[in-house]
T-cell receptor, first 111, second 116 residues
Framework: SQQGEEDPQALSIQEGENATMNCSYK?????LQWYRQNSGRGLVHLIL?????REKHSGRLRVTLDTSKKSSSLLITASRAADTASYFC???????????FGTGTRLTIIP | EAGVVQSPRYKIIEKKQPVAFWCNPI?????LYWYRQNLGQGPELLIR????????DSQLPKDRFSAERLKGVDSTLKIQPAELGDSAVYLC??????????????FGAGTRLSVL
């Protein structure tokens, strides 16, 4: 079963706008990661946030984590056409390396 | 540095036929994963290897699926016989030892299987 559920399922925005997608999960976690998947390709790791962190930045990416609400958000600022992809959150639990992926958000950037 | 290599990229077979997928992980990565990804869904773990040992195969349908990782490097995933519901993308990933790498996984491009 899917641990994470991304919201929205699909998002279309104009190039240059910011994109925000959310992930909710059900059980206590150790780390939460975000991955990107371009059409017909494998997943690429974007950013990892630990359970004791609240916010993390990497380039145009900003991730927040609220463990009390069991949710995370991924913000992509100043979007580009190349950001068009599906985005997945993935969680693991303390002492268990298994990553459990969400259902993904399909992001389309309109040039 | 070469990434995770999978072959073939696409495979079309008739139901009840056997099929095999191959994966070559990133050099030095001792942990290898096989995932299945259905259309519009996230990947779901089938099996995880630490070197040549399968340490988590709880999600692998053992009646028809098998996997091996000889010498702790390359791996093959086999389905015999294939069923219509096996149509999916099969992804291989690798990582360094979890404690060193925070469980960041590197994925291959996948094999898209169509069972007719």
């Amino acid at each position: 079963s899917q641990q994470g559920e991304e919201d929205p399922q699909a998002l279309s925005i104009q190039e240059g706008e910011n994109a925000t997608m959310n992930c909710s999960y059900k059980t206590s976690i150790n780390n939460l990661q975000w991955y990107r998947q371009n059409s017909g390709r494998g997943l690429v790791h974007l950013i990892l946030i630990r359970s004791n962190e609240r916010e993390k930045h990497s380039g145009r990416l900003r991730v927040t984590l609220d463990t009390s609400k069991k949710s995370s958000s991924l913000l992509i600022t100043a979007s580009r056409a190349a950001d068009t992809a599906s985005y997945f959150c993935a969680t693991d639990r303390l002492g268990n390396e298994k990553l459990t992926f969400g259902t993904g958000t399909r992001l389309t950037i309109i040039p | 540095e070469a990434g995770v290599v999978q072959s073939p990229r696409y495979k079309i077979i008739e139901k009840k036929q056997p099929v095999a997928f191959w994966c070559n992980p990133i050099s030095g990565h001792n942990t290898l994963y096989w995932y299945r990804q259905n259309l519009g869904q996230g990947p779901e773990l089938l099996i995880r290897y630490e070197n040549e040992e399968a340490v988590d195969d709880s999600q692998l349908p053992k009646d028809r699926f098998s996997a091996e990782r000889l010498k702790g490097v390359d791996s093959t995933l086999k389905i015999q016989p294939a069923e219509l519901g096996d149509s999916a993308v099969y992804l291989c990933a690798s990582s360094l030892t979890w404690r060193r790498a925070k469980n960041i996984q590197y994925f291959g491009a996948g094999t898209r299987l169509s069972v007719l």
